[in-house]
């Protein structure tokens, strides 16, 4: 394991944040990549989820921003809304050992008018979606002519979402004498014809096969279309896992799947793309801090999923590709950790079963569905309740004003409040359930920043 102190490019301020943030070592992929990209070079790399590949192409991007020129100086192209808020929540981060860098998100689903009065002050680093970074640069809002650092995170991902002519109208907006990295999870061939298209001598960094698993405990059952319901909600009682997402391969399925795990007092809420996005972000944050246990999600509205501990993943249905299903697997085993995967397998969907097994050189272990139909129905309840307080990054609330009202007045311990998590203009505080009544009343009589703060609970 090499020490990130190692990186002699990097400054002290920043090794000591990284301490703080808990980064001691750097993965693989980290390793492979940091030195050449703190060097200025062009890098190309396969990273599988969980890798720490949003950390080594951030620290490539805050090593070359010049905070005192304000001008947009670097972009980070994502291929999903949830990836690219995830992205900017992991820049913030690495960009607080240095005062006043402006980093802006640009993504469809919130109002274009909002954001062109964010870029009227040039944001150092804009983190965005393709479709709509396209839309600012056509109506010159947003200017790429200076920027130094241009990023392709989940490159695979955008080129199979059908961005590929939206990415090369972009980067002729952008100079030709920049540092380019292109991090993808597989190697399509389409990706090495854009890599020799944009980039200038890379460094390729490979850190394993994507179908080599981490710790993944994998069961598989045949279950009947009607046999799966009554099979996963014996899963889920059986299990009680603190978090879990199940993949499903439509909305349609996602909204009735969550409504009936939701009737056998289940916690669960469906995520997909029909989702306006501000219920999106904050079923996103309800997941993250404990408010939701089962997250039933379609494969793109997953992408960005930031769970640091996730304990099991359910695929409803196979997915029709071998490669999603180890990119959905692997969210349970993230840096390092062990993980458990189930796999509810109709007789139709064999055929991919028997592609899985080609792809892993691997049999697959199979258990008997009955187990779970016998199981006794359990209640799954979550055990936190988000609660929503008016006023954001915009009013300059911080995590700590918010603890501080409600340890202060508020009379909890510190260890009562959950995750806090701080938007545009709203804030979010996980509580735990019995403590509910109690917060809501206290926070009818502190104040934050000295303002009264109108709260609400998500439901």
């Not at 989940?154 to 952008?174: K, N, Q, T, V, Y």
């Not at 904050?282 to 997953?302: E, K, P, Y």
Request: hydrophobic share 40%.
């Amino acid at each position: 394991m090499t020490a990130f102190s190692t990186l002699t490019q990097l400054p002290a301020s920043q090794i000591d944040n990284l301490n703080e943030l808990g980064y001691l070592a750097m993965t693989p992929v980290q390793a492979a990549s940091l030195p050449a990209i703190l060097e200025g070079r062009d890098v190309r790399a396969q990273a599988k989820t969980g890798s720490g590949k949003t950390a080594a192409f951030g620290l490539g991007v805050m090593h070359r921003v010049d905070a005192s020129q304000y001008v947009t100086q670097a972009l980070v192209l994502c291929p999903t809304r949830e990836l690219a808020d995830q992205v900017t929540k992991e820049l913030r981060r690495l960009a607080r050992f240095t005062a006043n860098i402006k980093i802006l998100t640009l993504c469809g689903g919130q109002p274009v008018g909002a954001q062109r009065d964010s870029l009227l002050h040039a944001p150092h680093i804009v983190v965005g979606t393709p479709g709509r970074i396209l839309d600012h640069l056509k109506r010159e809002t947003l200017k790429l002519d200076a920027i130094t650092t241009l990023v392709l995170d989940e490159a695979d991902r955008m080129l199979e979402m059908g961005f590929r002519e939206d990415i090369d109208m972009i980067i002729s907006h952008s100079p030709q004498q920049r540092q380019t990295l292109l991090f993808s999870a597989t190697w399509p061939q389409a990706i090495a014809h854009i890599s020799q298209k944009i980039q200038r001598d890379p460094l390729t960094v490979e850190t394993g096969d994507v179908s080599d698993l981490p710790a993944i405990e994998q069961t598989f059952y045949e279950a009947g279309a009607r046999e799966k319901l009554t099979a996963l909600i014996g899963l889920l009682s059986e299990r009680q896992p603190a978090s879990c997402v199940v993949f499903c391969n439509t909305k349609r399925e996602c909204d009735d799947i969550a409504y009936a795990l939701e009737n056998a007092q289940i916690s669960a809420q469906p995520l997909h793309g029909d989702l306006e996005q501000r219920d999106r972000d904050q079923m996103l944050i309800r997941f993250a801090n404990g408010s939701c246990r089962v997250l039933v999600a379609t494969d793109v509205a997953a992408r960005g999923l930031d769970i640091k501990a996730l304990s099991m993943v359910v695929n409803y249905q196979l997915s029709f590709d071998p490669e999603v299903h180890v990119h959905r697997i692997g969210r349970t085993a993230r840096a390092g950790q062990e993980g458990c995967a189930v796999s509810l397998v109709a007789p139709d969907e064999m055929i991919r079963a028997h592609a899985l097994e080609d792809y892993l050189q691997q049999k697959l272990a199979w258990s008997p569905v009955s187990t779970l139909k016998s199981a006794v129905s359990k209640p799954l309840p979550a055990e936190m309740v988000t609660v929503s307080l008016d006023g954001g990054r915009k009013a300059k609330i911080r995590p700590g004003d918010i603890l501080g009202a409600l340890t202060g007045e508020g009379g909890l311990r510190g260890d009562q409040v959950g995750k806090i998590d701080i938007g545009p203009t709203l804030a979010y505080v996980a509580i735990p359930r019995e403590l509910v009544r109690k917060v809501m009343q206290q926070l009818q009589q502190v104040k934050i920043k000295g303002k009264t703060c109108r709260a609400r609970l998500l439901k």
